[in-house]
């Protein structure tokens, strides 16, 4: 078992505890988080995942400081739906990037399974955006992303970082359905 994996482990417990409840003090946690997953992802050949962590450090920077305009500091936030036309956009954005950057990743490195990697790096990326935009829809993308990359560290060796994910589907599955009352509430407040 790998100690920086195991830090990297509660660090996410703790930053999509936080999401789910609507807070924004998850942010630390996850920009904590995700410096630890670039190392450990590198180390494990899954190039698109260890990218995807610099990008998740930026957009969770921005997702604090939204968060925090909307009014985080003094009640969890509000969130919202997406129209269909964002909806559709977001899906074509996750398969023009799983295509393109899987086949980058297939003719220029030695990825282990580019095409997993990419899919999953696109549609984290549209779901990262989403949460810090306080779109339920991001609930439903890290569901699947969820799922996929249970698949994926499992048969890369990462036992631990699979077990996380399983938590985080839980949690995302809650996430989902908490935000989809607390918009149906009208409410910010949690």
Known sequence: ??????????????NVGLLVRRSMWNYPFGMAMVTLYALIFF???????AGLQGFFFVVQGWGWYLWA???????????RWMGWPARIASLVLVGLVTIGLG????????AAMPFADAAITGASVVAQVLLSVRRIENWILWIAIDIGSIAL??????QLTAGLYCAFLVLATLGLFEWI????RGEAPA
């Open 153 to 158: 560290y499992i048969q890369r060796d990462l």
């Open 103 to 110: 086949t980058l990743m297939h003719r220029l490195t030695d």
């Open 1 to 14: 078992m790998n100690t920086l994996e195991l830090i990297a482990v509660a660090l996410g417990l703790a």
């Open 43 to 49: 180390e494990a050949k899954l190039y698109g995942e």
């Open 181 to 184: 009352r607390a918009s149906r």
């Open 69 to 79: 305009r909307a009014g985080g500091l003094e009640h969890a936030v509000a969130v």
